[in-house]
Every structure is written in structure tokens, then in C-alpha cells.
């Protein structure tokens, strides 16, 4: 290889519209004007050189240039979406994934183009533009840009209008250095006389990278809160993973006739028992509390007080007991999902998110269901719309009022986050607010608990302990506890005065992330080793479905969160859509199960779904089918079990 320098006329011209358009960015943006001298100087320099390579050896110059070229492109991606806090958070060998996957569309390129500068500059482009949109999500929405972001474009571009565009300093240089990495490979002019042999040398490492990464990843979960992905995954890696797990296959027996039979079996309507209600409907209030959970269930230990006394006392009008969740310590909206649904994680890949993954336009669920009876159907969540993408699920699912954080007051904080007590006292003033004979149904979602618990606050007096042994993180959890507990009696206190109906349903969405140390302490052996039902005591939390007046009383031994909605329209009196009808016949085979596994009565305790025998397998598989049916085919949707209700 020879390098020289030769300068060219029309180089000033080329370099004249560079440093035009650097500098409408440095007077954007405002990064440093040493950057933008050094831009001009490396651009002209660049243009003035002129590589001259060994003919021979030409597959030799394209491998090294491929190699360098997805370093370089990964890299760039990773600065372009993090600071360096985060950036460092990355692993050597979750970023050499990445760069093989950028090795992936290099060598493809190729193929089709048969020319080594044009590769470099289609694939570079292709991924910077990537990065880019992923920027503009990501600050739009506080969520990454991934695959299944794709079938909601329209929407996006729809509303991109509303945003400020608005660059940082870190993305004008990533333009720069961009401009000046294509300005250097239009130097290289490397073509194959023979397109064949390259194209099947282009083809096999494409391959082997491609292989390669899917080995390397397998189980490596898609992250879709914030910028984990960037930075756990890195963001290349994590785009993949989340084409990864778009695709859904059809469970074992899916059919039209499979759907077909099950709507022979649960298409007549169900007539209701007589109502004691005198004709009236009870408003239905829903409290998922953040983090909520009965830590007792994993392990024996002892407080210096009752963390929740009112919550135990709780017995008359009272359907109450335990629940599985498929999530443990984080991904919240899967717990919302599952109770909204009565889907279950158990049929979709590990780590996903429904919220931001799967959910379609008009998602079947209890909202609908409401509004087909018609109820007003709102939405509370004293915490960022964007979250979770909840403030587009939300109108999805037909919604009529949503109300998020700046609808709350903001005085109101416990650390950081606004109290129970006054998402209960807004859910009370719409209560208040209804009008005549409107039937009201409320979902809301609790902040107050949220992790972590190891941070001191000025405005929270820790109150419950945990005796003969020293977790901070655990006597501020079971403080937290305590204090929605009080919460949690001034939200029925109010209604036990009304006369109106009222059916409130409360549980937890999943227990906290505690350390690993507490839970050695209370189980012996902590998060790791445990058995199957030694697993599901950390993925069960409490629940209760109340009624201000006369109403059944029982404790449920186990349920789990997907069929906890088709309890509570029992308990209201409601009618049952096709699809609870079958969960409700279900829960009497299948009491319990999520995205670890079922209990099995035939067996005796927690199996994996895979495991199951006769009649829970047949059930298992009419469940996925329904699910899939539901989630899954756009065309062949049964009307029957998941009618949509505009």
C-alpha cells in the first residue's frame, strides 16, 4: 500500500461545503471550535490523499477494512446513545457482539455491491441512521428504539411534529467524524474482477458472524427499560435480540378449527345469577401496588411491628389469598398486562416486555370488555406518561381518561415518588366527580414503593425493623409497606361510608429486589439454587377483592395474576367475556401460572409448562392457542373470544 498526498482543484470546493455545513452545526449546537478547526484540517487532508493498493491482494484490503470499519461503527453507535458513565457499563464481550453483528451487514453489503467503499458507506449509513432514530426515540419517549417499534411507524411519524429536534454537542461529533470516516473510504478503490469468490467468501463470514452471535446470545434477554439495552446489551445487540423475539411461533394444535371447537364450547352467553345490588352496577376500583408483597412467603423472620396490620385485618366482603406474578423485582407493565388480559407470560420469550413489544392496535382486555358494558374506563399512574409506553398502550386499549403525574400533587412525595395516599385521594375525587348512574371502572398503578431502598430521605421516617439482623434495604421496604398499609385504610375507610356499590381489587405486582443476603437470611440459600416452588415463593404476592357491601368471603390458596380479573367480575356480579369463562374453567385444572410454571395438582407442585401431562397439557395447549389466536393472527382473530369494542 502507498499513501500520498496530491492536491486537487476542486478539493476547495469540497472542502468550502464541509465547513459550511460543520459550521451551521457548531452554531446549533455549540460544540467546541477547536473540533471544528480540526474537522476542516483532517476533511482536507483527507480529499488531498491518495491510497494506492496492491491490486493482488484485494480480498486482504476489504477483510481488514470490513474488520475496522464495524469497530469503528459500533463504537460510534455506543457514544452516539451514552455518556461515558454508562458507557463503561458495557462489557468487552457484550461490545464484540455487537461488532460482529455490524461485521453481519458489512459482509452482506458486499455481496450485492461488489465494491469496498460503497459497502463501508451503505453499512456505516445504515447503522449511524439507526442510532440516530433510537436518539430521537429515546428522547422523546425515555425508551429505546427496537424491532417491534416498526409496526407503530405510522403513528410515530404522525406525531413527530409535536417534538423539538434538539442535537447535543456528542452528536455533532459523531457527524463530523462520520463525515470524515465516508470522506476516507471513497479513498479506497478496492472492486473484484471475479464477483463470485468474494461474494461466497462475503457470504460464509456473514454466516459464521451471524451463527456466531445467536450461539453467544441465546440467552441474553431484550432490554426495553431506558437505555439498559445500550448499555447492558449494547444497542446493536439488543435491536437484534428484539427482531429475535418478534417472532412468535404457533403453538403445538393451532388452528382455525382449534379456535373454531373452543368457541362451540364457550360461544353461548352465560346467564347471571340474580343480583342483590337492586339493579345498580358497582363502580370497580383496581390498586396495583408497586413492589407490594408479603415477604413472609419466602422466608421466616420477625419485626419489630406488624408491617401491614390493616391489609391482615381485612376479612368481611373479602375474597383475599396469594398470587403468581411472572416477574420479580422489575418490568411492572407485564403484571398490569396479565391482570388487564388474562394472557400469561408463559407463552412468550423470557425478558420481554409486552407493553413495548407485542401489544397490537386495539389489544383485547378488560377495558374493552367494561366499555362493551358500558362503563367509563380510567386510567391512573402518578409517574411519567412515556413510561413503559403506557401513554400509547393506554389509548390502544380504549381508555377514556388517563391521568399521569402532572395530574397528581407533587408535594405529595414519600423519597422521591407520590404517596399512595394520594393516588387513593384522586381516585376518591373522581369517584366524586362521576356522573349520575355512570358506571366507573378505575385501573391505577402506585408509585410509592418503587426500588431501590438503600438511600436515606429527609422525608421518611422509617418505622418497621427487621429483628436480629441488620438490612437496610429491608427495613425500609417493610417501612414502605407500612405506610401504604395506612394509605391502603384511608382508600376503604372512604367507601365504607358510601352508598353507591363499590368493588375494589388490590395486589402487588411483583416482589422487590432486595439483597442477596436478606433472602439467604430468611430462606438459606438466597436468590440462587432454590427449587421450583422454592423459585415461585419470590414470584407470589398478595391480593384482595373487597366489596363495600354483602359479598361472598373466602380465602383463595393460590391463584395467579392473569385470572385475577375474571375473580373480580365474579365477585362484582359482572358477566364473563367467552375468553374469562374459559380461564375461570381453567383456574379449576391450572390454579397458578406464569412465566416459570404451573402447579400441577396431578404432580403436586411447580412444573415447567413443557413438563405437563394429560388433562393440564390439553389445557395448557387450548390456553396458547386462545392466547396466540388473540395476540398473534391479525386475520383469523375469533370474534367470539376477543370481539373489539370501539
Known sequence: MKVRLSFERESIGKLAVALILASVLFVTIGFSFAALLGFGACFFLIINTRLELDGRLPWLWTILTVVLSAVFTAYHVQYLLLDDELRAKLSQEKMALNILCCMVVFWAVLI??????????????????????????????GNE???????????????????????????????LVSTLYIAFVRRLHVTFQKRLPMGLIAFSFAVLCGVYVGQQSAGTVTETWEQKGSYRNGYILNFVLSVRDSFVAEPEGYSAEAVAALEEVYGAKEQLPVSSLAGKRPTVIVVMNESYADLSVAGDFLTNMEPAPFFQSL???????????????????????EFLTGNTMAFLPGGSVVYQQYISDEPDSLVGHLKGEGYTCVAMHPYYETGWSRNV??????????????????????????????????IIARYERRAVNEDLFIMSISMQNHGGYTEH??????????????????????????????????????????????????????????????????????????????LETLYTVPFFIWTNYDSAEREVEMTSLNYLSTLALEQAGLPLSAYQRFLRDMMEEIPAINARGYYSRSQGGYVHVEDARGEEAAWLRNYAILQYNNMFDDKGRSTVFFPLVK
Not at 406474578?325 to 403484571?335: D, E, H, I, Q, R
Not at 397528581?408 to 385521594?425: A, G, I, P, S
Request: hydrophobic content about 40%; proline content about 2%.
Open 457 to 534: 430521605y429527609d422525608n421518611f421516617n422509617e418505622q418497621v425493623r427487621v429483628l436480629g439482623m441488620q438490612y437496610e434495604d429491608a427495613d425500609q421496604y417493610l417501612s414502605l409497606v407500612h405506610e401504604s398499609d395506612a394509605a391502603l385504610e384511608y382508600l376503604i375507610s372512604y367507601f365504607s361510608e358510601v352508598e353507591d356499590p363499590v368493588e375494589i381489587v388490590f395486589f402487588g405486582d411483583h416482589q422487590p429486589s432486595l439483597s442477596n443476603g436478606f433472602y439467604r437470611s430468611i430462606n438459606g440459600k438466597g436468590l440462587s439454587g432454590l427449587t421450583m416452588d422454592e
Open 393 to 426: 398502550v393506554y389509548p390502544d386499549m380504549g381508555f377514556d381518561e388517563m391521568y399521569f403525574l402532572d395530574a397528581f400533587d407533587q408535594t405529595q412525595l414519600l423519597r422521591k415518588y407520590v404517596t399512595d395516599r394520594e393516588l387513593y385521594r384522586e
Open 145 to 175: 428504539f427496537i424491532f417491534s417499534d416498526l409496526r407503530s411507524i405510522q403513528t410515530g411519524l404522525s406525531v413527530a411534529g409535536n417534538y423539538e429536534f434538539v442535537l447535543d454537542a456528542r452528536a455533532g461529533y459523531v457527524i
Open 112 to 141: 450485492f455491491t461488489n465494491q469496498l467503499a460503497h459497502t463501508c458507506v451503505i453499512s456505516h449509513l445504515f447503522f449511524m441512521v439507526m442510532a440516530g432514530i433510537d436518539y430521537f426515540v429515546y428522547l422523546f419517549r
Open 315 to 337: 376479612t368481611e366482603n373479602t375474597v383475599r389469598g396469594y398470587a403468581l406474578s411472572s416477574v420479580f423485582g422489575a418490568k411492572t407493565p407485564n403484571s398490569e398486562w
